[in-house]
């Protein structure tokens, strides 16, 4: 073997008495973890040091000179329970499909979105403040929501349900769909869905998509996502005046 293991084991040692029985008060039963190592030559020194006191041995324990010593090792199979990653996040999703237990609704140009009260202040401080505090919303079965699309809005449901970035048939989403989350995101204090839409702004950039970016970066506090930008420009037209110098030569 290369790597280094272990097993558990009972460990049970006794001695055999005179009368050929086996020893009640030397006696000793443990469970203990047995190294094994890659390397042969390399023991797991381990027992009982002062198991018995020489002149007791002698006294009661040597039968025609010999003594009567019983080891008993008992290897426990090695099953580890195996835990499932985490389905939380598919669970509340399925909530999304399902009306019953929803306890608000949302009208967004005319479409309705049915959700949860606990989930929504769960996730977004500023829902909490909204549904559960001193706002009109708090005593509302429906509120109606604007500057933001039913398709905005919808994938900013599936993102707080679900923790994950909100995916669709486009597996490339368009940097003006990622705008408008990245607006909903900044809008309920989403950090972490702002933050994936960042990576994923950070991705399509290119000369005709900088100038954009860096505007949304700005207006919606991504300092990170606006550096870059500032970055890629001030590279890209590096780069551009050393090829025309080179070419004016």
């Not at 973890?33 to 390399?42: E, L, R, T, Y």
């Not at 237990?101 to 049915?114: N, Q, Y």
Request: charged share 25%.
């Amino acid at each position: 073997m290369s790597s280094s293991r272990s097993v558990n084991a009972i460990f049970d040692a006794f001695l055999m008495d005179g009368n050929d029985d086996p020893s009640e008060e030397r006696k000793t039963t443990g469970l203990h973890k047995f190294k094994i190592k890659g390397d042969p030559s390399k023991h797991d020194d381990w027992g009982y040091h002062r198991f018995v006191a020489r002149t007791v041995l002698e006294e009661n324990y040597v039968v025609d000179g010999h003594i009567t010593f019983v080891c008993t090792i008992i290897v426990m199979r090695d099953t580890p329970v195996t835990v499932p990653p985490s389905d939380i996040g598919n669970q509340l999703g399925c909530l999304l499909d399902q009306p019953h237990g929803t306890d608000v609704s949302f009208t967004v140009d005319g479409e309705t979105f049915p959700a949860n009260r606990a989930i929504l202040a769960a996730r977004s401080p500023v829902f909490k403040a909204e549904l559960f505090g001193s706002m009109a919303e708090a005593t509302m079965s429906s509120i109606t929501l604007h500057d933001i699309t039913p398709s905005t809005f919808k994938r900013m449901l599936q993102f707080i349900y679900t923790d994950e970035f909100p995916t669709s048939t486009q597996d490339n989403p368009s940097n003006e769909i990622l705008f408008d989350l990245l607006a909903a995101a900044d809008r309920y204090a989403l950090d972490r869905l702002k933050l994936m839409c960042v990576q994923k702004l950070w991705d399509n950039v290119s000369m005709d998509t900088v100038t954009d970016i860096q505007i949304c970066a700005e207006m919606y506090n991504c300092p990170e996502l606006k550096d870059k930008c500032i970055d890629f420009i001030v590279k890209k037209k590096g780069s551009k005046k050393q090829l025309e110098d080179s070419s004016s030569v």
